[in-house]
């Protein structure tokens, strides 16, 4: 069965203030959409609201993974159910590899699914990781390097594919805030996601930027503005925006309301 992340009617409040009125999206494995917006719409609450931020408040609706409701857990269940959110450790923890941190998430992740799991032996996690690394064309040094620790963006960004490679998550959000994405970092992780997806993933992009789209082909786009998505459609609709901006599908709103 494929897994689905179901948005359903989410509304959202910081400091009392609406963000979110009323979103709605489905996101299934093997799919991969793209959530673009003018700045200040909301995107990065969905995403913080998703990750369980404390600071954003749901006041109305649901999410649910494969039908269960996942705003009542703790960030880290939300991982172990197979749920990715790029930006889960952002702090940099002394004397913690990226290879340690790894290798306790996985372990992690798969006791959720049989709690008798003994953790994974040194060598097959090994395999995994070379494995992995290969396939994102990262040099092997860095599983050796303290995490986060004077990580530049785009090592930032790698650590997060990498991340998102090894735990195999079924549904992955990926927030590309606007901040420290050079084409470098867009490029790391536009090609990441390249080559990860398939029929076991489902991807979320939020992106205010249609460049990352050049590398990225999703399956569909949405436009959210004002806390909704106003509009939805496939890889040709980011092109239109690319080309005509977000007056106009702001224009073509006014149009259908009037
Ligand atoms: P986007 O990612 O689409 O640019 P955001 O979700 O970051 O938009 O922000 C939507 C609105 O919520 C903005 O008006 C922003 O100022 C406000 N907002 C977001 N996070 C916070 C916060 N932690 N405290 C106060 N206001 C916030
Ligand atoms: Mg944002």
Redesign the pocket.
């Known amino acids: 069965m494929n897994s689905v992340l179901s948005i359903r009617n989410l509304h959202a409040a910081?400091?009392g203030?609406p963000?979110l009125k009323g979103v709605n999206l489905d996101v299934k494995q093997g799919e991969v959409h793209a959530l673009m917006?003018?700045?200040?719409?909301?995107?990065?609450?969905?995403?913080?609201v998703l990750l369980g931020h404390p600071?954003?408040e749901v006041t109305d609706g649901e999410v649910l993974l494969d039908g269960e409701k996942i705003l009542e857990m703790q960030p880290d269940e939300r991982s172990r159910k197979g749920l990715f959110l790029a930006f889960q450790y952002p702090a940099s923890i002394p004397g913690l590899t990226v290879a340690n941190f790894l290798r306790s998430a996985i372990n992690a992740r798969r006791r959720e699914v049989d709690p008798d799991y003994k953790g994974i032996s040194i060598p097959e996690f090994r395999k995994l990781l070379t494995e992995k690394m290969d396939m994102l064309e990262m040099s092997h040094d860095f599983a050796g390097r303290y995490l986060n620790d004077g990580f530049s963006g785009g090592e930032k960004k790698r650590n997060e594919i990498l991340q998102m490679a090894i735990l195999e998550p079924r549904i992955a959000i990926l927030?590309e805030?606007?901040s420290g994405l050079d084409i470098d970092a867009l490029r790391i992780v536009s090609e990441g996601v390249n080559a990860l997806r398939g029929p076991d993933l489902g991807v979320l992009i939020?992106t205010?930027y249609q460049r990352i789209l050049k590398y990225i082909q999703p399956d569909f786009v949405h436009i959210?503005m004002d806390g909704r998505i106003i509009q939805s459609g496939d890889a040709s609709l980011a092109e239109e925006l690319e080309e005509r901006g977000y007056t106009w599908v702001r224009e073509q709103q006014e149009l259908e309301v009037s």
């Not at 917006?37 to 913080?48: E, I």
């Open positions: 910081v400091e203030r963000i917006g003018p700045n200040g719409t909301g995107k990065s609450t969905l995403a913080k600071s954003y927030d805030t606007d939020i205010h959210l």
